[in-house]
């Protein structure tokens, strides 16, 4: 009859890994989580791993740390002469009132605008 373990006797070992690791685990992430509020309280900026950061602390971090933000690119124009509108991609970087005309005029008129500002 020895010979035969109960199951209960066999999971106790299990179950109480299992407890164990789980304790563990939330501990080291409460600890982490009161470090990083501690830290963000105090004005130092927060050490992160890779991906993004989340929306809450965002700004906290950039500003902390004296990252500029990305600075937008100038808005491209139509390379057609004394035209203002915006070019897009979608047209050939050409506006859409100009998106029928040929491509070697568009080169030419590009070639015409670079003469002229090297001219300056």
């Given at each position: 009859m020895s010979a035969v373990s109960s199951p209960r006797s066999e999971l106790q070992p299990v179950i109480a890994s299992f407890v164990n690791?789980?304790?563990?685990?939330v501990e080291q992430s409460t600890?982490?989580?009161?470090?990083?509020?501690?830290l963000r309280a105090a004005g130092v900026p927060v050490r992160r791993g890779p991906g993004r950061?989340?929306?809450?602390?965002?700004f906290v971090v950039s500003a902390a740390s004296g990252i500029k933000p990305r600075k937008k690119?100038?808005?491209?124009?139509c390379p057609v002469p004394g035209c203002k509108n915006a070019a897009a991609p979608v047209f050939g970087m050409v506006c859409l009132q100009h998106k029928g005309v040929a491509k070697s005029k568009i080169k030419q008129y590009r070639?015409?605008?670079?003469a002229a500002k090297a001219k300056k």
């Open positions: 690791q789980l304790v563990t685990a600890v982490s989580r009161v470090k990083d509020a501690v950061p989340p929306k809450s602390g965002a690119a100038p808005k491209q124009l070639e015409a605008r670079r």
